[in-house]
T-cell receptor
Framework: EAGVAQSPRYKIIEKRQSVAFWCNPI?????LYWYQQILGQGPKLLIQ????????DSQLPKDRFSAERLKGVDSTLKIQPAKLEDSAVYLC??????????????FGEGSRLTVL | AQSVAQPEDQVNVAEGNPLTVKCTYSVSGNPYLFWYVQYPNRGLQFLLKYITGDNLVKGSYGFEAEFNKSQTSFHLKKPSALVSDSALYFC????????????FGTGTLLAVQP
């Protein structure tokens, strides 16, 4: 079974530039998450999708971050304009939908962003 | 609000010795608790979970965790550590809101010396 796919693995940009990350979840997983992991900290949820609808984006900095999951499958996370403090690993995860979700998440390998 | 705390930034243990990585939790209601492991430059991998039932939960790679309600703890354990167990370990709790998202601790780096 294919796992969660993310790209790119690494990205270096200058502040005020834009960047986009892509995620393809495990087939059949209705729930998709984007987490931000800053060095030395635990992952923090940015946004959670249920199919193509947003169920939690309370910690997403909406003035610069946006995410979409138009067809309920793959997703894109965009940052525009980037700040130095956005340097982090962006983790995508997926899980089965409601009723079958006991909380186990399947993570991709992450996209490491460095903002100079 | 749900939260977990991992009091140790790093745990050092010799290969073959038992290991414990500590986690305490704060929840309203019944806790759903998890352990994940992160190897260098990799995503997080699920190890084990406690939902209900036996307080001793067995998981992947020989790891187990003990749920202790009176001490609000969920410590990760392994009887005999391997060098290959060296990694970053995260404790997590499922949020009790509608989204059921996971809230992670700050992580504990486990270093197993040969």
């Amino acid at each position: 079974e294919a796992g969660v796919a993310q790209s790119p693995r690494y990205k270096i940009i200058e502040k005020r530039q834009s960047v986009a990350f892509w995620c393809n979840p495990i087939s059949g997983h209705a729930t998709l998450y984007w987490y931000q992991q800053i060095l030395g900290q635990g992952p923090k949820l940015l946004i959670q999708f249920q199919n193509n609808g947003v169920v939690d984006d309370s910690q997403l900095p909406k003035d610069r971050f946006s995410a979409e999951r138009l067809k309920g499958v793959d997703s894109t996370l965009k940052i525009q304009p980037a700040k130095l403090e956005d340097s982090a690993v962006y983790l995508c995860a997926s899980s089965l939908g409601p009723g079958a979700n006991t909380g186990e998440l399947f993570f991709g390998e992450g996209s490491r962003l460095t903002v100079l | 609000a749900q939260s977990v705390a991992q009091p140790e930034d790093q745990v050092n243990v010799a290969e073959g010795n038992p290991l414990t990585v500590k986690c305490t939790y704060s929840v309203s209601g019944n806790p759903y608790l998890f352990w994940y492991v992160q190897y260098p430059n990799r995503g997080l991998q699920f190890l084990l979970k406690y939902i209900t039932g036996d307080n001793l939960v067995k998981g992947s790679y020989g790891f187990e965790a003990e749920f202790n309600k009176s001490q609000t703890s969920f410590h990760l354990k392994k009887p005999s550590a391997l060098v290959s167990d060296s990694a970053l370990y995260f404790c997590a709790v499922r949020d009790d809101g509608a989204t059921n998202k996971l809230i992670f601790g700050t992580g504990t780096l486990l270093a197993v010396q040969p």
